[in-house]
């Protein structure tokens, strides 16, 4: 399997499952623009660890959206792929949670992932071939207390990922969705002990997945061998959804 010449835009690529996926995608050949917030050092060590391209922009602005596309193509001259990884978090009860948290991670998570899908619509389907895969969550399948607005936001990608799929096909561009459980990263890794424990009796796996677990994924769905799957959910969870 390779991305040799294939161009990937990855938002929210600096830590993380994001990092990880720019780094599988950069193993396999692609030519790698990522975007990141605030992060500035960690982009930059990415950026020299991966030899990828980080690019401030907020994904959930229109014109940030599409400088990001923007930049991919005039560096390399396409875009072929897209990871729309970005996410935050706000969480708190549904009877408490103050309207500006809900809005900020909709616009966060749900619009900036049609935003930039708008923005590499129509170069890949001129091309006639793309491959666009959507970081969702197992929580957007099942549910979470206290996380009503990110709940929200990743069952959201579903939907936009297969409505998008659907669209896009006649023209080999193909859209599917990961949903992540618990994994290792810097929002797992501030638990509390306890809180850790009894999540870890909730996978059937018992431990908590890698960023790595996800990545390699990703990589799958966004190469050729893939151009038969679209419109798909696949979860990556050591089996909490089961």
């Not at 399997?1 to 929210?12: F, I, N, R, S, W």
């Not at 792929?81 to 966060?108: P, S, Y």
């Not at 491959?131 to 990608?157: D, F, H, M, P, T």
């Amino acid at each position: 399997m390779t991305l040799a010449g294939k161009t990937a835009v990855v938002t929210g690529g600096s830590r993380g499952i994001g990092r990880a996926v720019v780094a599988e995608l950069r193993a396999l050949g692609a030519n790698v623009v990522f975007s990141y917030a605030g992060n500035a050092d960690a982009a930059e060590e990415t950026a020299d660890a991966t030899g990828a391209v980080a690019v401030k922009a907020d994904a959930a602005d229109p014109a940030g959206a599409q400088a990001l596309v923007d930049a991919a193509v005039d560096a390399f001259g396409s875009v072929d792929i897209l990871v729309n990884n970005t996410g935050i978090t706000r969480d708190g009860l549904l009877m408490t949670m103050k309207e500006d948290a809900f809005d900020a991670v909709i616009a966060t998570n749900l619009k900036g992932a049609f935003l930039t899908m708008k923005a590499v619509c129509r170069p890949m389907m001129k091309a006639r071939w793309g491959r666009i895969v959507n970081l969702s969550s197992v929580v957007g399948l099942r549910g979470n207390a206290g996380q009503a607005n990110y709940s929200a936001s990743k069952a959201g990608i579903i939907g936009l990922t297969k409505s998008a799929a659907k669209e896009l096909a006649t023209r080999d561009v193909t859209v599917n969705a990961v949903a992540p459980g618990f994994i290792d990263t810097d929002m797992t890794a501030a638990l509390p002990e306890k809180a850790r424990e009894e999540l870890l009796k909730s996978i059937p796996m018992a431990r908590l997945g890698q960023p790595e677990d996800v990545a390699h994924l990703v990589a799958f769905l966004c190469s050729e061998e893939a151009g038969y799957i679209t419109g798909q959910v696949v979860c990556v969870d050591g089996g909490m959804a089961v």
